[in-house]
């Protein structure tokens, strides 16, 4: 953290019918010596500490940041461990007042961490949700697997868990969970998101299934902003989505 060794990068996520793009940030530990580290490396230590709290803050500063340059909404990862702390929406609402562009910031919190203090999650979201920030489930269909929260809980948002979408072609399950998770959507006013997405074979399967928003490798790996920031400029990304289809 002293030698600034963690960047933050972002992802482009594609609204097909909406002909948008959102991003979501991703951070990345770049090492002097062994080079880059992945996060499933080192989150899970960071969260042991109070560094957890720290890399959650400089993410989210340097989203406001992105989100003003790119005036598009930027997802934020909220690890469970921060997301459970007292004083989670204190130390949020914090950094948000602090920028004019914190209505452009979606929390993504995953099934587990949601559910898991089901009336306390509601009463945080419902907090920050008053500053302008929107919230996102993550990794659907990995945890409780309950529908009920579904309704409960103000999402904007719902992301398809990618073990759904890698077997798409053999599996005769996960098209169903997928087809089924979009009409929830529809009917509760909340878009679902396809992760990892990496083939056109994927998408076009998706697109039958109802699906049109994705975020993959197809479109783009994660980068670091001056990147993101010439490739939007240029439409890279909707670009792709209108060329192959």
């Given at each position: 953290m002293k030698n600034n060794e963690f960047k933050t990068f972002f992802q482009p996520k594609i609204f097909s019918q909406d002909k948008k793009v959102q991003f979501e940030a991703l951070v990345r530990w770049f090492h002097p010596e062994k080079?880059?580290?992945?996060?499933?490396?080192?989150?899970?230590?960071?969260?042991?500490?109070f560094l957890i709290h720290k890399i959650t803050e400089m993410v989210l500063r340097d989203s406001l940041e992105a989100a003003k340059l790119l005036n598009?909404?930027?997802?934020?990862?909220?690890?469970?461990?921060?997301?459970?702390?007292?004083?989670?929406?204190?130390?949020?609402?914090?950094?948000?007042?602090?920028?004019?562009s914190r209505n452009l910031i979606t929390l993504e919190i995953t099934e587990r961490a949601a559910m898991k203090h089901s009336f306390s999650t509601l009463k945080k979201m419902k907090k920050l949700i008053n500053l302008g920030v929107e919230f996102s489930i993550d990794d659907f269909g990995t945890g409780y697997s309950s529908l009920?929260?579904?309704?409960?809980?103000?999402?904007?948002?719902?992301?398809?868990d990618r073990s759904f979408i890698n077997n798409l072609e053999t599996n005769k399950i996960n098209p169903l969970i997928i087809n089924f998770s979009v009409k929830i959507g529809e009917l509760a006013g909340f878009k679902v998101i396809a992760e990892g997405v990496e083939t056109k074979e994927q998408i076009e399967?998706?697109?039958?299934?109802?699906?049109?928003?994705?975020?993959?490798?197809?479109?783009?790996?994660?980068q670091p902003l001056d990147?993101?920031?010439?490739?939007?400029?240029?439409?890279?990304?909707?670009?792709?989505?209108?060329?192959?289809?």
């Open positions: 080079g880059m580290i992945p996060p499933d490396k080192f989150i899970p230590v960071a969260e042991t500490s598009t909404r930027i997802s934020v990862n909220i690890s469970s461990i921060v997301f459970e702390d007292e004083s989670f929406v204190r130390d949020i609402r914090n950094v948000l007042l602090e920028y004019e009920s929260y579904l309704e409960k809980f103000p999402i904007s948002e719902l992301k398809i399967k998706l697109l039958t299934l109802g699906c049109y928003n994705f975020q993959g490798y197809y479109f783009d790996k994660a990147l993101i920031l010439k490739d939007y400029s240029q439409d890279k990304y909707l670009n792709k989505m209108d060329l192959s289809f």
